[in-house]
């Protein structure tokens, strides 16, 4: 409707219509507007070479992608908070170079971007505005109101402010891209490069797969702790959130007689008594690494005499009501069978600890995860090996490792921990050195792009895997194709090529910028858990700008919630 009243931008009603719209809209958002007071956030998020970035510019941004809508683990395991964080200190440092360069943005264009029914957001990206805002296809300024303050947390006059500032670090992009320069030979090169595709098969060996079926003796674990005293001590170091402040835990062994859903009568009694049995082998005084060894369902703990390790309440994965139990038990407490979510369970509760625990008392628990690591990581290197020669020898990665059957995936402990199995990257170009379904590998890579149909190489390490490929298709770029299209074609590779230049642009005056300790970040709102953030995942950073660990596939508009 807007583009009809441009297009008869002379008839008089249309064009008072028009200002009317504007008009309402600078009072109730310019500087006279009272607002409401930002919902959420009264800090800072991060102070960028002079200028502060409220916090509630981050809770705003953060909403806008989804990360409040979202499981906590989920936003964490695609760092939607750094990803946030990551755009908005962009913003701020183009939107600096805006201002350093004279570029000035007016509020009226503010108010014209969102009367056509467009909005940026803090990634650098324009999107409609929702339909809730508009009435026939119009702004209306009162939703708009309503929607900045309740769905996004913003006063009026910080959601048009967000709108100038993003409209002055897009002025600098445009200005980049302007200037981006192309050579005849790089559009051609650029073509072939994304029209030359591979298809390759491979079979993945995980060293998790290895891991949990190691067993490791005492005399093991003790040799290894003495021959590498120093890398205990850093892992324990750079580890130090794992072992520091802790609430309450508890040392678990368990010895689980697995319950399928729905199980009729006569199986859950035969699980009940394997169970019962366990019980009075335990009671009788036979060794729990024993009993768990021969009778226990649960491959994760089984080879480790039944070890659950130290979990914390709400991380047992016994379920409530076992859980309760276990936390109100006696040290040494032998307790079952109860009956949890995965089945019978029979459990002695070895210890408890909370608080800080020094190295000495985790010293044997590192050394071993550690002496694991290194022979998971061996053995699945030599299976790869053992792979690679077969294939070699005439045999196919298809017959050798066929994919999982009914059966396989009816069972519990293929389904858990399933078996290598051929599987195909489909058909791909190259950009950079990730390789779809094997992760990020130059080796792999290179490789790839070498080959001939039907060879054969590796192993190669990928993601902490070990791989062996082979390459089943290839497919050559088609030059009378690009003759024709060579005008797009070209379009799309300044459209990358400026914004590599954007981001190396930005790379380099954040590193300046925080070689300068002119960035500081507030950690509380990069915090995952309960506002901590001394919280991290195992082998998890802590926050760094300039850092390039933005989520992958972000922006992007599957991630985009205008709380609607």
Not at 300 to 309: L, N, P, Q
Not at 469 to 479: A, C, G, S, V
Request: glycine residues 8%.
């Amino acid at each position: 409707m807007l583009e009809a009243l441009r297009k008869n931008s002379k008839n008089t009603i249309i064009t008072i219509l028009f200002a009317v719209i504007i008009a309402v809209f600078v009072l109730n958002f310019g500087p006279g507007s009272r607002g409401c007071g930002d919902a959420a956030g009264t800090g800072y998020a991060a102070k960028v070479a002079g200028e502060t970035i409220p916090e509630a510019d981050f809770r705003y941004a953060y909403r806008i992608i989804g990360g409040d809508s979202r499981p906590s683990q989920f936003a964490r395991f695609s760092r939607l908070k750094e990803t946030v964080m990551d755009a908005l200190i962009e913003r701020e440092l183009l939107a600096q170079e805006a201002e350093r360069l004279g570029i000035n943005v007016s509020e009226k264009e503010a108010v014209e971007l969102l009367v056509d029914r467009k909005m940026f957001f803090s990634l650098g990206q324009q999107y409609p505005l929702p339909a809730y805002v508009l009435t026939d296809g119009v702004l209306n300024t009162e939703r708009l109101k309503s929607w900045t303050q309740n769905q996004l947390g913003l006063t009026e006059r910080r959601f048009i402010d967000q709108q100038l500032r993003e409209l002055m670090a897009d002025r600098v992009r445009q200005l980049v891209f302007a200037g981006t320069q192309l050579l005849p030979d790089e559009v051609k090169e650029y073509y072939e490069q994304s029209q030359r595709q591979v298809n390759l098969q491979f079979v993945r060996f995980q060293p998790s797969r290895y891991k949990e079926e190691l067993e490791l003796s005492p005399a093991d674990i003790a040799a290894y702790k003495t021959a590498h005293p120093t890398e205990l001590k850093k892992y324990y170091e750079e580890h130090s959130y794992l072992y520091k402040k802790l609430g309450k835990e508890a040392r678990i062994r368990r010895v689980l007689a697995v319950l399928p859903p729905d199980a009729k009568p006569d199986v859950e009694a035969k699980a009940k008594a394997k169970a019962e049995d366990a019980l009075k082998r335990l009671q009788a005084g036979e060794k729990f690494e024993a009993v768990a060894k021969a009778l226990s369902d649960d491959t994760a703990s089984r080879t480790r005499g039944g070890s659950m390790g130290w979990r914390k309440k709400g991380q047992t994965g016994l379920g409530q009501a076992v859980e309760d139990q276990v936390f109100a038990a006696q040290k040494g407490a032998l307790l079952g069978p109860l009956k949890s979510d995965l089945g019978y369970e029979v459990l002695r509760v070895e210890d408890f600890r909370e608080g800080d625990v020094p190295l000495e008392a985790v010293a044997d628990e590192i050394a071993e995860e550690q002496l694991r690591t290194e022979r998971s990581n061996a053995r699945a290197k030599a299976d790869a090996e053992q792979a690679l020669a077969k294939v070699q020898g005439g045999a196919s990665l298809e017959q050798l490792y066929p994919k999982p059957t009914d059966a396989d995936e009816s069972d519990p402990a293929k389904r858990v921990n399933p078996p290598p199995a051929a599987q195909e990257t489909g058909m791909f170009a190259r950009r950079g050195d990730l390789v779809p379904d094997i992760g990020v590998s130059p080796e792999v890579t290179k490789k790839a792009f070498e080959m001939k149909v039907g060879d054969v190489a590796g192993p190669f390490e990928a993601s902490g895997s070990w791989v062996v490929i082979r390459l089943k298709e290839r497919k050559e770029p088609d030059m009378s194709e690009f003759a024709k299209r060579q005008a797009a074609i070209a379009a799309d590779y300044r459209r990358r090529r400026g914004t590599a230049q954007v981001d190396g642009w930005v790379l380099q005056r954040c590193m300046e910028a925080r070689n300068a300790g002119r960035i500081d970040v507030n950690d509380e709102v990069m915090s995952y858990e309960g506002g901590n953030p001394a919280l991290r995942l195992p082998g998890e950073q802590k926050y760094e700008p300039c850092s390039g660990g933005r989520a992958p596939g972000l922006p992007g508009s599957q991630f985009i919630n205008l709380g609607l």
